[in-house]
């Protein structure tokens, strides 16, 4: 069985006695962990390190070994551009991009997007979202956490330099992903744009176009808005050899 794993916000080294904070004690002490046991942390920003773990009361503290450089990340960049899908389907969406190596998600407030966040209720939505994140990245082994932007709009993604090829899902588009996508293998980078429950608008289809946006097909049946990224993903990691 695996060691158990744990993502620590606080830096750590090696060879040092480190007080766990008290979210991390506290999921120690939900799995019920005896003094002696051998767990991983890692801070998100590459690598791990073994320790034993001390309890005392409440407080957990940890003997820290030798850092191990082991990463899990895939071996291009992917963005997936997700529209916001309604109700918490985001969560899920969030999740398994962490699982399935992306780089980074940002989240785009379509015109047809049933969910609209701002205010307080975002801000604890992306406090939400990198709980998430966090937890995914516990669970799946990957020692760097997946970058999360705030949501913004069609247009303001666009507008962003972008370091990588975009492509947008499009059940009539004439160009397969498969084909598509030998355009990216120089890059080793790509940008996936998934539309919400309704689809893009006329508005969004024609900016998406003006900036250089390749629309592309996945197959004949049409995918629920959290399942096509998600799905793409997949088939990108595998065509690009990732």
């Not at 975002?122 to 020692?143: M, P, S, T, V, Y």
């Not at 598509?180 to 309704?198: D, F, T």
Request: net charge neutral; hydrophobic share 45%.
């Amino acid at each position: 069985m695996a060691n158990p794993r744990f993502y620590c916000p606080e830096p750590i080294a090696a060879k040092q006695v480190l007080t766990l904070p008290e979210s991390v004690a506290h999921h120690v002490r939900v799995l019920r962990l005896a003094a002696g046991s051998t767990i991983v942390l890692f801070d998100g920003h590459g690598g791990e390190i073994h320790g034993t773990l001390d309890l005392e009361g409440k407080i957990a503290r940890v003997l820290l070994g030798e850092p191990l450089p082991r990463e899990a990340e895939a071996a291009g960049q992917l963005t997936l551009l997700q529209a916001l899908p309604a109700g918490d389907k985001m969560d899920w969406v969030i999740e398994k991009a962490v699982e399935l190596g992306v780089h980074c998600v940002i989240p785009i407030t379509a015109q047809r997007s049933v969910l609209q966040l701002s205010g307080l209720r975002l801000d604890k939505r992306l406090l939400h979202w990198q709980r998430i994140i966090e937890a995914a990245a516990e669970q799946c082994g990957r020692n760097r956490l997946m970058q999360l932007q705030r949501p913004v709009s069609l247009a303001d993604a666009l507008a962003q330099p972008a370091s990588y090829p975009l492509f947008l899902c499009d059940p009539g588009a004439t160009q397969d992903l498969a084909a598509s996508l030998e355009s990216a293998r120089a890059m080793n980078a790509v940008g996936l744009l998934i539309g919400p429950e309704g689809g893009w608008s006329p508005q969004e289809m024609s900016l998406a176009d003006k900036h250089g946006v390749r629309a592309v097909r996945f197959g004949p049946r049409i995918l629920r808005s959290e399942t096509a990224g998600l799905a793409m993903t997949a088939a990108v990691s595998a065509l690009m050899g990732w």
